[in-house]
């Protein structure tokens, strides 16, 4: 056999064999898979939970596509991982947790890809499997719970300031703006499509694809999420506050319908701005070290 054709057979080979332990990882996982779809489409959220896998799959076919394996070299290291989400896997069964046994799911196919593709590949799906974590029931949950309260309260408070500062009278109790007598609470995020779980997806995506280094993406995500969903509502309630001030019930009720996608658009826009920013910098580095 040529060269070309052992490579051809191997390239099969190890299709095949991704083939046969994608159908091992659903019979395995078949009962964890529909856990965590009822609680998808039955708890608000979760909601967002079914996008990060196909998310994922995309980022994955992507980074084949763009960077396509040149030599298999597997890493020994991989099987160790696979045991370590086996075992994380039995000790789910045993606790009756389901939530452990999805978290195992998220390990053992990390150290599939590890075993089979090798740590140069381990490192640059090392962020996106990290977000996988995110597709958990429960998980959006702790993280509405945890922030929701705070961050709308941050918002509440920017918010009231800049109306105050621009001459228009605010007072801020408990998340609730007061505007001219109209009472205007500070929505929770998770009846909306500009959840807090939706803007981590955003933010995730922006760091995927603005930034190489994985310790870049982790702190970008870490550190800017946040700061998006304030800025991003604060605009949305700042609009509503002028608009209540000069008097316009109409204009307030058009722009109250749309809020569930306003705070969403406005971090799209924010996300775009600041690629447009790195390009610039990285681009007049690059310049200078010429």
Not at 44 to 51: L, S, V, Y
Not at 87 to 113: E, K, N, P, R
Not at 246 to 255: A, K, L, R, W, Y
Request: aromatic share 16%.
């Amino acid at each position: 056999m040529t060269k070309e054709q052992i490579n051809i057979f191997k390239k099969v080979v190890y299709l095949l064999l991704a083939i046969g332990i994608t159908i091992e990882i659903i019979v395995i996982y078949k009962d964890i898979f529909l856990w965590m779809k009822t609680a998808w489409f039955t708890y608000p959220p979760d909601r967002f939970g079914i996008f990060i896998p196909l998310l994922f799959l995309f980022i994955f076919l992507y980074r084949f596509i763009r960077n396509p394996i040149k030599k298999i070299k597997g890493n020994r290291i991989g099987f160790f991982v696979i045991v370590s989400g086996a075992l994380i896997f039995m000790i789910g069964i045993f606790a009756d947790i389901h939530i452990i046994q999805a978290a195992s799911l998220i390990i053992t196919c990390y150290g599939i890809v590890l075993y089979l593709m090798g740590s140069e590949w381990g490192m640059i799906m090392l962020f996106p499997f990290f977000f996988l974590i995110f597709m958990l029931p429960t998980t959006s949950f702790l993280i509405e719970s945890i922030f929701s309260v705070p961050l709308r309260s941050m918002t509440a408070k920017i918010t009231c300031k800049i109306l105050n500062s621009t001459g228009s009278a605010c007072e801020t109790i408990n998340c609730i703006l007061y505007v001219f007598n109209t009472e205007l609470p500070v929505q929770y995020y998770r009846e909306s499509i500009s959840s807090l779980m939706m803007h981590i997806i955003l933010t995730f995506i922006a760091a995927e694809f603005i930034f190489i280094k994985n310790w870049s993406k982790f702190l970008y995500l870490l550190l800017l999420w946040a700061p998006y969903i304030i800025i991003a509502h604060s605009v949305l309630y700042l609009v509503m506050g002028w608009v209540y001030a000069s008097g316009s019930v109409n204009q307030s009720e058009i722009i109250w319908a749309y809020r569930k996608w306003l705070p969403a658009i406005l971090h799209v826009l924010m996300l775009i701005f600041t690629w447009a920013m790195i390009r610039k910098i990285t681009g007049r580095k690059d310049h200078v070290s010429r």
